[in-house]
C-alpha cells in the first residue's frame, strides 16, 4: 500500500473514532490496536511512521516473527489470538506488551506454571465470549466474575487488566449491542478488583463498540484490506 493511501485511512479511522468517543464522553480515551495479521511488515513500517504504535497479531509464530524483524521499533504488541497450551512458552518469549485473549481458567492455571518457571509476569485480559457463540473462545458471561477473582487468586504471575470481547457475528445491531452490553456490565462490576481495560470493537462495529463503554478497539481489515 502506498503512504497516501495508508495515511487517508488512518486519518479516517481517527475521525471516527474521535467522533464516537466524544458522543459518549470528552473525558473517554480510547486505545486503537492495529490488528497486522493481514499485511505484511512493509504496511507495519508505514503505520508506524505515521503515528501509530500499537499492533494486535493473532497467531503465536507471526508475533514472534515480527517482534524479531521490527525490533528495532519501540512497537507494543498485543496478543489477541486463541492459545494453544504447547505455546505458552512461545508466546512468553515474545513477550507481548498484553495479552488480551485469556479465555479460561484452565489456560491462566498452565500459563502461571509456565510464568513462574521463567521468573516473569504477563499482563492479560480476560476474553468473555459475550455472543455465546460456540466457535468462539471466551468465559461465558454468567461465569466470567467468579473465573475473573479465581485467575487473580491463583495465579500471581499474571497480571489482569481487564475484559475483551468479539461481538456478535451478525448483522442485527441490536444483537451486537447486547453483546457488548453484557461486556461492559461485568467490567463494571469488575473495576473494585482492578478492571482497567475493556477491549471490544473491531473494524465492523467499533464505534457502537465505543458508544457501548470499550476503551481500546483492535482493527484490522478497515486499516489494511
Ligand atoms: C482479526 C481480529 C481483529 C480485527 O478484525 P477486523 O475485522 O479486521 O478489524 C480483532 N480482534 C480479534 C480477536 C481478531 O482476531
Given at each position: 500500500m502506498d503512504r497516501a493511501t495508508m495515511q487517508e485511512r488512518f486519518d479516517r479511522l481517527v475521525w471516527r473514532v474521535e467522533e464516537a468517543r466524544i458522543k459518549r464522553s470528552e473525558h473517554h480515551i480510547v486505545k486503537i490496536v492495529a490488528v497486522s495479521k493481514y499485511t505484511d511488515e512493509e504496511s507495519i513500517r508505514l503505520l508506524y511512521d505515521l503515528g501509530q504504535r500499537a499492533f494486535g497479531e493473532s497467531r503465536v509464530q507471526s508475533l514472534q516473527e515480527r517482534v524479531e524483524k521490527l525490533d528495532d521499533l519501540p512497537i507494543e504488541w498485543h496478543y489477541i489470538g486463541r492459545l494453544q497450551k504447547n505455546k505458552i512458552n512461545h508466546l512468553i518469549r515474545a513477550n507481548p506488551f498484553l495479552m488480551q485473549s485469556l479465555d479460561s481458567l484452565e489456560l491462566a492455571e498452565a500459563m502461571q506454571k509456565r510464568l513462574a518457571e521463567n521468573g516473569v509476569t504477563m499482563e492479560c485480559l480476560m476474553q468473555i465470549n459475550s455472543a455465546?457463540?460456540?466457535?468462539?473462545?471466551?468465559?461465558?458471561?454468567?461465569?466470567?466474575?467468579?473465573?475473573?477473582?479465581?485467575?487473580?487468586?491463583?495465579?500471581?504471575?499474571?497480571?489482569?487488566?481487564?475484559?475483551?470481547?468479539?461481538?456478535?457475528?451478525?448483522?442485527?445491531?441490536?444483537?451486537?449491542?447486547?453483546?457488548?452490553?453484557?461486556?461492559?456490565?461485568?467490567?463494571?462490576?469488575?473495576?473494585?478488583?482492578?478492571?482497567?481495560?475493556?477491549?471490544?470493537?473491531?473494524s465492523r462495529d467499533f464505534e457502537l463498540a465505543i458508544e457501548c463503554g470499550s476503551n481500546m478497539i483492535r482493527v484490522g481489515s478497515i486499516l489494511f484490506e
Open positions: 455465546r457463540e460456540e466457535s468462539k473462545a471466551g468465559v461465558e458471561p454468567e461465569k466470567a466474575e467468579e473465573v475473573y477473582l479465581a485467575i487473580k487468586e491463583s495465579c500471581p504471575n499474571i497480571d489482569l487488566r481487564g475484559l475483551m470481547t468479539i461481538g456478535a457475528h451478525v448483522d442485527d445491531e441490536s444483537v451486537i449491542r447486547e453483546s457488548f452490553e453484557t461486556t461492559y456490565s461485568i467490567f463494571e462490576r469488575l473495576k473494585n478488583e482492578g478492571a482497567q481495560i475493556c477491549s471490544m470493537g473491531m
